[in-house]
């Protein structure tokens, strides 16, 4: 069973921060290859940053210099640090593990102002 819970969402002024935690279990998050997604009301979904077992990052350009992609492999936990929060940064966000092509339930972001 892989599993994957998302947390850490909610309301922020722009330019605030927050930092979404995505617990997983049934695999070791260290092995696989991780992701992180966002979508936004009316739009589909984007890929914004990823993660590989070896400790290589990508980031869509529009979150590039402000999120950052880690883990913590002694708690199998996926993270996404966000900074300087933009309204358009307001989605709904998903981890995943790419090579099982297993979801989280998502969680809410909303940036004001």
């Known amino acids: 069973q892989v599993q994957l819970v998302e947390s850490g969402g909610g309301l922020v002024q722009s330019g605030g921060s927050l930092r979404l935690t995505c617990a997983g279990s049934g695999f070791p998050v260290g092995d696989e290859i991780m992701t992180w997604h966002r979508q936004a009301p009316g739009k589909a979904r984007e890929w914004i940053a990823t993660?590989?077992?070896?400790?290589?990052?990508f980031y869509d350009d529009s979150v590039k210099g402000r999120f950052t992609i880690s883990r913590d492999d002694a708690k199998n936990t996926l993270y996404l640090q966000m900074n300087n929060l933009k309204p358009e940064d307001t989605a709904v966000y998903y981890c995943?593990?790419?090579?099982?092509?297993?979801w989280g339930q998502g969680t809410q972001v909303t940036v004001s102002s």
């Open positions: 993660l590989f077992p070896g400790g290589a990052t």
């Open positions: 995943q593990n790419h090579d099982s092509n297993t």
